[in-house]
């Protein structure tokens, strides 16, 4: 069957480390991963688009991977802020103009 | 444009009853999807539209579930016969572009609660 799996539990850091959240599936061939925040109550916001043939992108603080062999991406913020604190979803679209979600990881930075 | 607007923000309906949710996606987009969030869980698929096409729809999405995007503009999500399991947050999104990969704009969700 096909699954997109996030860490299930929360992650706690302490401010100023790096948190990395990790996104693996199962059963896809997505063309392109995006990574979206939550907060509680309110719709996902767009973070990061990184494509089949990419490794790696930045954006100021935020990096993600992706490795489509391993069928697996790594969310990374450094200098983790309490301000960070949130649900981080990964969303991989097919080609086909459709987003599938992941489950979700809430991070919590500890100040 | 202040982005996607969901209406009602919350809705509270008795078993049986027809629910209705509107969403008017950011001017020009051309596509616009709909999504079922519950606790704990991912935005869950439901359908989605280029311009007023209806491209695909979830097969999880039973027959009591129906959405329209006349015009191309707004859409309407309509639930007949609502039942306890279908209490969840609903979210729209919309997307400019029809290239694959372009990021979706969200709105913040119609709650329903089904009592």
């Known amino acids: 069957s096909q699954k997109i799996e996030q860490n299930s539990e929360a992650l706690n850091i302490q401010e100023g480390k790096t948190a990395t959240l990790t996104c693996n599936y199962t059963?896809?061939?997505?063309?392109?991963l995006q990574w979206y925040r939550q907060d509680p109550g309110r719709g996902p916001v767009f973070l990061l688009l990184?494509?089949?043939?990419?490794k790696e992108k930045r954006k100021e603080r935020l990096k993600v991977t992706f490795d489509t062999t391993l069928k697996q991406s790594l969310f990374h913020i450094t200098a983790s802020q309490p301000a960070d604190s949130a649900t981080y979803l990964c969303?991989?679209?097919?080609?086909?103009?459709?987003?599938?979600f992941g489950t979700g990881t809430r991070l919590k930075v500890l100040a | 444009d202040t982005g996607v607007s969901q209406n009602p923000r919350h809705k509270i309906t008795k078993r049986g009853q027809n629910v209705t949710f509107r969403c008017d996606p950011i001017?020009?987009?051309?596509?616009l999807y709909w999504y079922r969030q519950t606790l704990g869980q991912g935005p869950e698929f439901l359908t989605y539209?280029?311009?007023?096409?209806?491209?695909?729809k979830s097969r999880l999405l039973s027959d009591r579930f129906s959405a329209e995007r006349p015009k191309g503009s707004f859409s309407t999500l309509e639930i007949q016969r609502t039942e306890q399991g279908d209490s969840a947050m609903y979210l729209c999104?919309?997307?400019?572009?029809?290239?694959?990969?372009?990021?979706?704009?969200f709105g913040q969700g119609t709650r329903l609660t089904v009592v």
């Open positions: 539209f280029q311009n007023e096409a209806q491209l695909e």
């Open positions: 001017s020009e987009h051309n596509r």
């Open positions: 969303a991989l679209e097919l080609g086909t103009y459709k987003y599938i």
């Open positions: 990184i494509r089949e043939n990419e």
């Open positions: 999104a919309s997307s400019p572009s029809s290239d694959p990969g372009t990021e979706a704009f």
């Open positions: 059963n896809y061939s997505p063309a392109y």
